[in-house]
């Protein structure tokens, strides 16, 4: 079946620095990649969708130049985050949709800034 | 606004029953539902999708209906098993283009042995 692997599954990084995540779909092209922020006990919510070879599109309230996302090509998408700060401690997790039915998601990265 | 709710946070069954989970939404008219589980620090697995024209799927299991009247999806585990604890997340999209999935808030399922 289709899979998203992403990385890295867990990091640490100190406030003001950036954090660089990858998801990559190993055996499909992915044209679009969902990028998904998720707060403990809440459900996913979407923050960008990235399209291959153009801008990202990002939903309300997110911060483009905050989350860098750059999707250069069919299997790789990267999601910067920049000067990240406490509060920007989360789960991050990209998803890909590879045949039409479910979309596979990535095991997702707990960013913690301390 | 548009809201998906599932409306039980958590839920408790023994072993052997069926766990029945409920999604609601309002002021969408959606293409397709789908169904998820997520383990926790883990991302989603794709469980099953509905279409609006479709009543039931069913894969082992699972059962998922949809009532595009009621504006309601039920998802059923039948002879649930501890294996089955987990949150379970309904996601709608909007169209039939490969959009981005809206969910919502999850039900954890707890299956007591």
């Known amino acids: 079946g289709a899979v998203v692997s992403q990385h890295p599954s867990w990091v640490i990084c100190k406030s003001g620095t950036s954090v660089k995540i990858e998801c990559r779909s190993l055996?499909?092209?992915?044209?679009?990649m969902f990028w998904y922020r998720q707060f403990p006990k809440q459900s996913l919510m979407l923050m960008a969708t990235?399209?291959?070879?153009?801008?990202?599109?990002?939903e309300q309230g997110v911060e483009k130049d905050k989350f860098l996302i750059n999707h250069a090509s069919l299997t790789l998408s990267t999601l910067t985050v920049t000067s990240a700060h406490p509060e920007d401690s989360s789960f991050y997790i990209c998803?890909?949709?590879?045949?039409?039915?479910?979309?596979?998601f990535g095991s997702g990265t707990r960013l913690t800034v301390v | 606004s548009q809201k998906i709710e599932q409306n039980s946070e958590a839920l408790n069954i023994q072993e052997g029953k069926t766990a029945t989970l409920t999604c609601n939404y309002t002021n969408y008219s959606p293409a397709y539902l789908q169904w998820y589980r997520q383990d926790p620090g883990r991302g989603p697995v794709f469980l099953l999708l509905?279409?609006?024209?479709?009543k039931e799927k069913r894969k082992e299991r699972l059962k998922v209906t949809f009532d595009t009247t009621l504006k309601q999806s039920l998802f059923h585990i039948t002879a649930s098993q501890p294996a089955d604890s987990a949150t379970y997340l309904c996601?709608?999209?909007?169209?039939?283009?490969?959009?981005?999935?809206?969910f919502g808030s999850g039900t954890r399922l707890q299956v007591q042995p």
């Open positions: 990235s399209n291959e070879g153009s801008k990202a599109t990002y």
């Open positions: 996601a709608l999209a909007l169209d039939t283009g490969r959009r981005a999935l809206t």
């Open positions: 055996d499909f092209q992915a044209t679009t």
């Open positions: 509905i279409r609006e024209n479709e």
């Open positions: 998803s890909a949709n590879a045949r039409g039915d479910g979309y596979t």
